[in-house]
C-alpha cells in the first residue's frame, strides 16, 4: 500500500516568491497535517485539515494556508517567503482527527530553501 | 501548555551497547505518549507509542513505559546496532483534534 507521498522532493525559491506544496494521504485516510521542521529541531504543527475543513492552526502567521481537496489530498501555501521559512515540511495523514491515541503517518517531506 | 523535554544529543554509542534515551513531558489532560525515528533524508517512522499510564510500547528491541507518577516516556534497547543511527523524537497528543508536540530530538550514532 502506498504511504503518504508528498511533491516536489526539494524546492528552491527567492525572498517574496510565493511556495505550494503537495501531499496526498493514506488510501481511506481523511485528515492530513502539515508540520514545519526547522533543521536540528522536532516537528512544529501548522495546520490539521478533516473533511475538508481546517480543524487546527498552530502559531503560525496568515502568509501560511492550506486547503483540502475532495479526495482529502492537500496543499500547503507560503507567501511572501522569508528566509526562515526554510526547513522540511512534513505532511501526516490519519483516518480522522479521532482520538488521542490515533498516531499519524508522515510523508517524506518537501524541503524547501529560501534564498 | 504541553510540551516535551529530551535529552540533549547527540548520543554516540558503540554496538551492542545499551541505550537510554531520557523523554519528560508536561501535559493538561490524558495524553498518549510516542516515539517517532527519523533516518538521514527521510520523514518519520511511528517506532511505539502508549496511551495510558503504566503501559509499555515496544518495537524492534526497543521498549519505553509510560510512567505517569514521573511524567515520563524513557526509550530504552538492550543492544544497539549501526543501523539504529537517526533521530529519535518524543512526542505526546492530548485530545480529539490535537496534534502532536514534539521534543526537540536526539542523535543517536552507534559506531560498529
Known amino acids: 500500500d502506498a504511504g503518504v507521498t508528498q511533491s516536489p522532493t526539494h524546492l528552491i525559491k527567492t525572498r517574496g516568491q510565493q511556495v505550494t506544496l503537495r501531499c496526498s494521504p493514506i488510501?481511506?485516510?481523511?485528515?492530513v497535517s502539515w508540520y514545519q521542521q526547522v533543521l536540528g529541531q522536532g516537528p512544529q504543527f501548522i495546520f490539521q485539515?478533516?473533511?475538508?475543513?481546517?480543524?487546527g492552526r498552530g502559531n503560525f502567521p496568515d502568509r501560511f494556508s492550506a486547503r483540502q481537496f475532495p479526495n482529502y489530498s492537500s496543499e500547503l501555501n507560503v507567501n511572501a517567503l522569508l528566509l526562515g521559512d526554510s526547513a522540511l515540511y512534513l505532511c501526516?495523514?490519519?483516518?480522522?482527527?479521532?482520538?488521542?491515541?490515533?498516531?499519524?503517518?508522515f510523508g517524506p517531506g518537501t524541503r524547501l530553501t529560501v534564498t | 501548555g504541553n510540551s516535551v523535554t529530551q535529552m540533549e544529543g547527540p548520543v554516540t554509542l558503540s554496538e551492542e551497547a545499551f541505550l537510554t534515551i531520557n523523554c519528560t513531558y508536561t501535559?493538561?489532560?490524558?495524553?498518549?505518549l510516542f516515539w517517532y525515528v527519523q533516518y538521514p533524508g527521510e520523514g518519520l517512522q511511528l517506532l511505539l507509542k502508549?496511551?495510558?499510564?503504566?503501559d509499555k510500547g515496544s518495537n524492534k528491541g526497543f521498549e519505553a513505559t509510560y510512567r505517569k507518577e514521573t511524567t515520563s516516556f524513557h526509550l530504552e534497547k538492550g543492544s544497539v546496532q549501526v543501523s539504529d543511527s537517526a533521530v529519535y523524537f518524543c512526542?505526546?497528543?492530548?485530545?480529539?483534534?490535537?496534534?502532536?508536540?514534539f521534543g526537540p530530538g536526539t542523535r543517536l550514532s552507534v559506531l560498529p
Open positions: 501526516a495523514s490519519s483516518p480522522s482527527p479521532g482520538t488521542s491515541s490515533y498516531e499519524q503517518y
Open positions: 488510501s481511506g485516510h481523511k485528515s
Open positions: 485539515y478533516y473533511e475538508k475543513e481546517e480543524r
Open positions: 501535559a493538561t489532560g490524558y495524553p498518549s
Open positions: 502508549a496511551t495510558k499510564a503504566d
Open positions: 512526542a505526546l497528543k492530548v485530545d480529539y483534534g490535537q496534534n502532536f508536540v
